[in-house]
């Protein structure tokens, strides 16, 4: 599926962006990254070293970085239009070592953070605050031809996000620095700085822009990984009255009870989802969140059909939000979805007058208000870490977190 979907890249080519994309890089200086090569086959190895390349560029060096759970669908080979030699990573934070002559708000020797989207600024969605909507930084028309239009670009994530290249290394080039690099004051350490590039905004995002809970909600969570973690510590925040999480790993539903004073764990290997929070919850819940993503059929049906290519996505869980969530209730698709699924309940979504909303983390629109909560100490987003390495770990820890080994969670890397 990868090679038609390259081909098909190939065969529309781009659209004009006012920015150089790809991988501009230097002929003679190098440096070393997480290349991505096939179907769990990623590989720590030199490459060329990214150059500022137009002026509003800035060339970060990486201070710490990370894998996103967003990541293993690269890693399991289930998201197109990846090529061999792509650079990986969207989420990092580090020092601004060189600057093009038209950015106006960051210097030499900054410390910040880089949003994992590539937006102007100056577009229509961009004025907004719709920063992954940014029509100007994703060149390829293969999104525009899958969707019917095309969000920003996105580090690290291959044809669809524009072959940007990614943060997992020791130096990344950010272009329209002024828009996508954010300042981060010497207070806030950098295993709490570090998330601000991702899971700290889009649980945020979540939890209170899409989901809109407030004081008194009853939420269910889909997943305990950072994301839902994370979401289900905005959702206390924000006044949740009871809120459901929903794992089957022993060591995750152990974080949130230890994190997550009003969650009440749900291991989907013992009951049947809908039928506890149906006892639990009869009138339904408030806002269903679904931080899991399209990989995790359950149903023997959605097994096969994913395995013989007759989707691409399952519905298995977004099919249990919609059960779960009382008449006019709201749901929530933070999770990855990327193509196509069958026996989507469609039915029950119009019926019981849902709002389903769903979408990549505007993160330029999330920064500030969540950078607020951590200095105020109201929030901490390294309550999901639970390893700690180098850059060099992280083929290892792609490993074990795909396969939900060791504990893992998240990690914490610095080059």
Known sequence: MNAAVNYMANKLGNRDVPLTTGMPHSDEETMRAIVWYGTKDVRYEEVPKPIVSDPGDALVRITATTICGSDLHAYANEIQGFRKGMVLGHEAMGIVEEVGNSVNKLQVGDRVVLSFCVACGQCDHCKRGQWTGCE????TKLMQGLYGHTFSGIYGYGELGGSFAGSQAEYVRVPIADVNLLKVPESVPDEKALYLSDIAVTSFHAAVDLGQVKKGDVVAIWGAGPIGMLTAKWCEIYGAKKIFVIENVAERIDMVRDHIRKAHTINFDEVHVNEELAKLCPQGVDVAIECAGFRYAKSKLHKMERALKMETDTADLVNECIFAT???GRIVLIADYVGYTNHFNIGALMEKHLYLSGGQCPVQACWDRVLEH???????PSICVTHRGTLEDAPNLYSKMFYKQD???????RP
């Open 136 to 139: 100007k930084t994703n060149p």
């Open 326 to 328: 009382k008449l006019y």
């Open 374 to 380: 951590i200095e105020k100490d109201e929030f901490d």
């Open 407 to 413: 504990g893992i969670v998240k990690a914490f890397l």
